[in-house]
């Protein structure tokens, strides 16, 4: 079953101290959130001393920066592979749902990790600038597959299926109920074929 952007990757930490704290921070941060998980447990949970922290990535606003990086890189090849089994820009725009109702059953899921990022980083921080290009990725994805439809309109489309995506992200979390996606690409299978 595929990895998905909103759940957990293995806790098994690879080699190097700097994989190591990203692994833990992969796991305590989506867990617990990353203003409740404090550097010591991180490097705790890494085995690596406190200077390999701060060495590697200066502090722990920078950490949560990488953090975020890691996972959005990890999301967008993980979708990029999935869409691969579909053949139309419909089928594949549809089958973002899928992935979704795929990673929402994950055990473990309690979200996106950029949206309950979002709800902790404060105006400033530096992991915003990545919150930014990951959800202007996912918009530049669906609005590229708009267009190959030939959809009038690709951006207003394209923003419409990202607010679906989104809502279905947050009721599956608030009401543990992964079938959201699926009700989700029924309402954005009718939302494309009303916009063709």
Known sequence: MAKSAVTPASSQPPGSARERLLAAARELFYAEGINTVGIDRIIERAGVAKASLYDNFGSKEELVRAYLADRAASRQARIEAWLE???????????????????????????????????????????????GDA??????????????????????????????????????????????????????ATLIDAAA
């Open 85 to 131: 089994r579909y053949q139309s820009p419909r089928e594949k725009i549809l089958g973002l749902f899928d992935w979704l109702g795929d990673a929402m059953a994950q055990p473990g899921f309690h979200g996106c990790y950029f949206q309950r990022a979002n709800a902790e980083l404060k105006p400033e921080a530096a992991g915003r600038t990545v919150l």
């Open 135 to 188: 959800r202007e990725w996912t918009n530049g994805l669906l609005t590229r597959l708009a267009r190959e439809g030939g959809l009038p309109q690709p951006k207003k489309v394209a923003r419409q299926i990202q607010i679906l995506l989104d809502g279905a992200i947050v009721s599956a979390a608030m009401d543990g109920a992964p079938q959201a996606a699926a009700t989700a690409k029924a309402i954005a």
